[in-house]
């Protein structure tokens, strides 16, 4: 017998032996139809073995890769002002909580949510899977805000509502080692600041307290007057406060308050001509208080984006949502539009393709374009803020007696003037602080004289349609006026606060 044939009689011999354990093997075939058979059966097995190998070499190339990648972010992070922040809040907080950070790195026992702005949440999804605590409007609104559209265009879905643990503001919650109370912001729906009370050697020099997002103006301060949770925070040493600087260094110190700028707005619609879209550009959570002002003091009906109108039983009451409707109904007939910030431009366009004239009305402090799409003289700015102006902030410290104060940026304020003069106004010892309480007083007067003194620009906006509105009126009492007996013609949309110098 040829060597080749004794090859083939082997590896013959080897596949019946295979075949036969598998208990397929048919005698009654021919050695070369079960020759065939075999070699078939070979080829198949080597095939499907080749195809393993590549799947387990791509599987360990990809591992590599993703080690490789881990590695470059960790160092990445490391160098990055988020990483200070979290090196901070480590500082002081140590493994036992974390507040508006999520790295998925991190292993904390708790986690804190102050509200539902992506900035605080960051890259919360339906991967995340520990539990978050947070306000009970912040636990309804999360998974919808956290949902993000997949490669089909359709909304995914966002974080699992099981793993939300939604606490009621004003009622302190026993965690075992610590307390946590929740007291309102007046920031955006669900905002709250949380206040730490505990025996953990973290809260050696005192409760914490997170402010998140706030606004100090007179609807917070009255709380100090009838809320006890806000009354308690006047009457200890807080150890450690870590404080919103949003605006801390903004050029302008002082904001007007948020009602005495509805009259200018109300204004401004009355006199925009009906066949004009108005669109009112909002990030997805935040101003929902002021779209209700508007609609009830106009009386008109007020097109919601998608996603509010996804959540507008969390949003509004039965009574408020009267005033709003689907963005696509009655498109003929509503006239003010909310749309997202970053689609502004594109909604812009597409009304103008639609034969519609359109005029928006940008309720911010932030300076930055809104889009280059929309010619500047179509923008309305109005120096609305949900954030606390340095006047603000001064004084809500002047309340309190704080041992270590932080910005929430964790900027270094090392040699800064604003940051020395609200170290003065928290002091422990409050005899150090009369001439902080005298730097109040100036604020003050310079805010009162800005409002009345501060030089007022009018850009007659409707002039294309025929109506030249150059006249200007005295400041109007948002409290006394009546919208029907408002002055005429005043174009307050370009008034800018700055500072006297």
């Not at 729906?189 to 409760?207: H, R, T, V």
Request: a neutral charge.
């Amino acid at each position: 017998m040829s060597e080749t044939r004794k090859r083939k009689r082997t590896r013959f011999s080897e596949d019946v032996e295979f075949y036969e354990y598998q208990g397929d093997f048919d005698e009654s075939r021919g050695d070369l139809q079960r020759y065939s058979t075999m070699v078939a059966i070979r080829q198949m097995r080597e095939e499907a073995q080749r195809k393993e190998a590549e799947v387990a070499a791509r599987n360990r190339m990809s591992e590599t890769l993703d080690e490789s990648r881990t590695s470059v972010n960790k160092s990445l992070k490391a160098d990055s002002p988020s990483s200070s922040k979290r090196s901070l809040l480590d500082a002081v907080c140590g493994m036992l909580f974390s507040v508006d950070n999520f790295n998925r790195y991190s292993r904390k026992a708790f986690y804190f949510l102050t509200h539902g702005h992506s900035d605080h949440y960051g890259s919360l999804s339906y991967t995340w899977k520990r539990q978050i605590y947070c306000s009970e409007k912040t636990a309804e609104l999360l998974p919808y805000l956290t949902s993000r559209k997949n490669r089909t265009g359709t909304l995914g879905a966002g974080i699992s509502k099981q793993l939300l643990h939604s606490i009621p503001l004003g009622i302190a919650q026993d965690l075992g080692n610590f307390t946590i109370t929740l007291l309102d912001a007046n920031h955006c729906p669900g905002s709250a600041m949380l206040y730490f009370k505990g025996n953990d050697e973290i809260f050696a020099q005192g409760p914490i307290l997170f402010t998140g997002d706030f606004r100090a103006d007179r609807t917070l301060f009255e709380r100090f007057d009838s809320d006890p949770n806000y009354q308690e925070l006047t009457q200890v040493e807080l150890g450690h406060v870590f404080i919103d600087d949003t605006y801390l260094w903004d050029e302008t110190s002082s904001f007007p308050p948020r009602d005495e700028l509805f009259p200018r707005i109300y204004e401004t619609i009355r006199w925009i001509p009906r066949n004009y879209r108005i669109l009112f550009p909002l990030h997805k959570l935040g101003k929902e208080n002021a779209l209700i002002k508007i609609a009830k003091y106009t009386g008109e009906k007020i097109a919601l984006d998608a996603g509010r109108w996804s959540v507008r039983e969390s949003l509004f009451s039965p009574e408020e949502l009267q005033h709003f409707v689907e963005p696509e109904e009655n498109s003929s007939t509503v006239r003010i539009h909310v749309c997202l910030r970053r689609l502004t431009g594109d909604l812009y366009e597409a009304y103008g393709k639609k034969a519609f004239k359109c005029k928006v009305i940008n309720l911010t402090m932030q300076r930055k374009t809104l889009s280059r799409r929309i010619p500047e003289e179509n923008i309305f700015s109005f120096p609305y803020s949900d954030h606390s102006s340095f006047e603000e902030i001064h004084r809500f410290l002047s309340r309190l007696r704080i041992k270590n104060l932080h910005p929430w940026s964790n900027r270094d304020v090392k040699d800064d003037e604003r940051w020395k003069i609200l170290l003065q106004a928290c002091a422990v010892d409050k005899s150090t602080t009369s001439s902080t309480n005298a730097l109040h007083e100036v604020l003050a007067q310079n805010l009162r004289e800005s409002l009345e003194a501060l030089p007022i620009e009018t850009i007659p906006f409707l002039e294309a349609d025929g109506l030249a509105l150059n006249r200007l009126a005295p400041p109007l009492d948002a409290a006394s006026t009546p919208y029907s007996t408002m002055p005429l013609g005043i174009d307050w949309t370009n008034r800018v606060l700055r500072e006297k110098a």
